[in-house]
């Protein structure tokens, strides 16, 4: 699961209506679809757009929000920030057990920029569905990813289980909602070698906590640990493909790093991390 890379960025205004060639006719006929999750899960759209279900889940609606002849579809990236999903037709819509069940079809409209345009605009209102015509002239380029977006976002801290190879997609990429929720918290982490099944107990606290901590482990495999400096060094920065990133437990930002630092400590005499895994102090 790799996230695109930026492949340009903007530094003046430019014309989003004919970036993605959109007519006047679809504009006119169209509906913006502004895909966000309930909160506090705002990137719900964008996991099931890597999943490959959007699709499926923007034709299932509990009103008849799609009756123009046309949808263009943009999913919640972060604050002020859409995904270019797509441009859709509309076929037709069903009425099943409560539910509106639209069929859809993709246009063949700059579907290269489908999972890779980003869109600036400031939604501050709370409806979700409205005329494009009122507001594309708005939108702004912020960048076009060189790949499609395909990281998943943040699942919630106590559903962190990652490689090392996808912590540094995620860290190159600055993958938004992962970097978000890893700078908002303190806490401690653990690092599973899944070669041999050793241990490492780490915290994080400080500026940006977590994503700071992180960020070390992504760019040299062993983030200035001796014992993990000294296996990276014998064996090649390959072998941090072993290594599985987790989150024990995560405390306020306004927690005493004291208190993260006794955390660390009773969670190394836990899991004998010192005796059997690579804490050494």
């Not at 995904?83 to 409560?98: D, P, Q, S, T």
């Not at 639209?102 to 409205?130: E, P």
């Amino acid at each position: 699961m790799l996230s695109g890379q930026n492949d340009h960025k903007s530094d003046k205004p430019m014309d989003i209506k004919n970036l993605i060639g959109v007519s006047e006719e679809i504009i006119e006929n169209s509906k913006l679809h502004f895909a966000i999750g309930p909160g506090p899960n705002y990137f719900e759209a964008l996991e099931i757009f890597c999943r490959g279900e959007f699709k499926q889940w923007q034709e299932d609606q509990s009103r008849k929000n799609f009756e123009k002849e046309y949808i263009l579809a943009l999913i919640y990236y972060g604050k002020n920030e859409w995904l270019f999903a797509g441009v859709y037709k509309r076929l037709g819509v069903e009425y099943i057990n409560g539910r509106y069940k639209y069929s859809t079809v993709l246009l063949n409209i700059a579907s290269d920029l489908v999972g890779r345009l980003v869109i600036k605009y400031d939604k501050s209102f709370r409806q979700s569905y409205v005329h494009t015509r009122d507001h594309i002239d708005k939108f702004e380029l912020v960048e076009i990813l060189r790949d499609r977006y395909t990281v998943e976002p943040f699942p919630g801290y106590e559903k962190v289980k990652i490689n090392y190879q996808l912590l540094k997609s995620i860290v190159v990429q600055e993958e938004k909602s992962w970097q978000t929720a890893l700078s908002i918290v303190k806490g401690v982490y653990l690092i599973s070698d899944i070669s041999n099944g050793k241990l490492y107990v780490g915290s994080a606290y400080g500026e940006n906590s977590f994503w700071n901590r992180w960020k070390e482990y992504a760019q040299n495999g062993h983030g200035g640990n001796q014992s993990l400096k000294k296996v990276i060094n014998d064996y090649g920065t390959e072998y941090a493909n072993n290594f599985q990133f987790s989150i024990l437990e995560t405390r306020g930002m306004n927690s005493e790093d004291n208190e993260i630092i006794k955390r660390e400590s009773f969670w190394k005499e836990i899991l004998l991390s010192r005796e059997f895994g690579y804490n050494k102090n």
